[in-house]
């Protein structure tokens, strides 16, 4: 009698824990085509972007939930909606622009139009020419409408979900998230500009190193040479109770550290810290406590697809889309608030080039994934170590830790069911 085939999504884990995570998840094509159903087309809340983008009715912006293309758009009495990309008739994408408003939208291949709730509301030559062809006796367009997302914002951010079994958003995100959410979107938003990066890895290695604070003063150069984060810094780790969603958190020292003081960075040797360097433009490193509690340093997560950021009063949004087993889009969302006065408008626009695919933060993020892609051939079997900080994934006051990845992977195999 011949046995089962065995699921390779099942087998693929080597044991229970968190610490060991197999290399084939980042280039298995299977696993990605049981992400996009099981993950971004389950139960999860995906960001799409914020409110401000769409304030008026008719208002659209066209986004992806995953890697599937989607529409948002604002109703006529002031709602959000959204749902599929993609025309019901023959799959042609329905919106080809990035935002715009539209009263209906049509199909261009065909003429088949849509509401904003995305029903069917018209199709071109449905009862025929001169009495001839059309469509059957029995077509009916409410039996063909688009995919609808279920839709709920949060302090201006946009979240989208496939599944109507997905839990309420702030049930989802949890009492600590929302608090960090709200503490960075307080009061109504404008965009202050778009990057899109194309970054030539798994997504799941972007969102790996977002939620790693050990990497950031040995990798980046400009973190640690002009002070803006050191793990010695007074700060933390918030894992929620999913671990699926994390903040980590630091405030600038009071005084600059002097030489000699840091001995555990002295004592590593790192590239990333030099005291001969300097800034022609030290307003670059300047500041204000605009949220009255220090932080200087805030970066969140939320599972599957978001990233919060403010480095000093550099504010943005990230949207992670997958674009396949080996390629990731990163949409930058640099935003302030309303009420800004000029010269933090200002600052917040000569911070924007700590981050980006070019910034003097965040470049190496754009590469160091790619070098993981890269070295995955002949990995067969074989697993990274994720064991700074012990084995569990929980909140921790130390940042010199890797919780808020294992974190990751306690949501992820939950949802994949691996």
């Not at 298995?28 to 995906?46: A, K, S």
């Not at 293309?69 to 025309?87: A, I, Q």
């Not at 329905?94 to 199909?107: D, I, Q, S, V, Y």
């Not at 914002?153 to 496939?162: I, K, R, T, W």
């Given at each position: ?42 139960p ?44 019901a ?34 199709v ?77 890895n ?20 400009f ?11 007074t ?32 004592a ?13 433009e ?6 204000r406590?605009?949220?009255g ?65 070019a ?48 974190g ?11």
């Amino acid at each position: 009698m011949s046995q089962a085939p065995i699921n390779p999504a099942t087998a693929l884990w080597p044991n229970d824990g968190l610490t060991r995570v197999p290399y084939a998840l980042y280039d298995d094509q299977e696993i990605y085509d049981r992400e996009r159903q099981r993950l971004f087309m389950g139960p999860t809340w995906n960001v799409l972007g914020l409110e401000c983008e769409i304030p008026n009715p008719g208002d659209y912006k066209t986004t992806f939930l995953g890697d599937v293309p989607v529409v948002l758009v604002r109703g006529k009495d002031g709602s959000l909606k959204g749902f599929e990309n993609r025309c019901a008739h023959r799959g042609a994408l329905l919106c080809l622009e990035r935002f715009g408003n539209a009263k209906a939208f049509t199909c261009i291949y065909h003429a088949w139009s849509y509401d904003h709730d995305g029903n069917l509301t018209g199709v071109a030559f449905q009862n025929g020419v001169k009495g001839e062809g059309g469509m059957p006796d029995d077509f009916r367009r409410e039996d063909h409408g688009l995919r609808r997302l279920k839709v709920a914002a949060l302090a201006g951010l946009v979240f989208g979900s496939f599944d109507a079994r997905v839990p309420p958003l702030e049930e989802y995100l949890g009492p600590e998230i929302v608090q960090r959410i709200r503490r960075v979107l307080p009061r109504p938003v404008k965009v202050l500009g778009y990057y899109t990066q194309t970054l030539r890895n798994n997504w799941k290695l972007y969102f790996e190193n977002v939620k790693d604070p050990y990497h950031a003063s040995i990798l980046h150069l400009f973190f640690t040479t002009f002070r803006v984060n050191r793990l010695s810094q007074t700060g933390g780790i918030i894992v929620d109770d999913s671990g699926g969603h994390h903040v980590s958190y630091s405030k600038l020292d009071d005084q600059p550290e002097q030489k000699g003081d840091d001995r555990d960075y002295e004592a590593a040797i790192l590239r990333a810290d030099h005291d001969d360097f300097g800034l022609k433009e030290p307003a670059l490193l300047g500041g204000r406590d605009e949220f009255g509690d220090g932080i200087t340093l805030q970066i969140l997560t939320v599972f599957p697809n978001l990233v919060l950021q403010q480095v000093r009063n550099n504010l943005v949004m990230r949207q992670i889309v997958p674009r396949g087993v080996d390629q990731t889009d990163l949409v930058w969302i640099n935003y302030g608030f309303e009420d800004d006065d000029e010269d933090l408008a200002d600052l917040r626009l000569l911070q924007s080039n700590f981050i980006g695919p070019a910034g003097y933060i965040s470049m190496e993020d754009g590469a160091v994934g790619d070098f993981i892609q890269r070295a995955l051939p002949g990995t067969v079997g074989d697993t990274s170590i994720v064991m700074m900080g012990g084995d569990e994934a929980a909140s921790s006051a130390s940042r010199a830790t890797e919780t808020s990845i294992r974190g990751f992977w306690k949501a992820y195999r939950k949802v994949m069911n691996i």
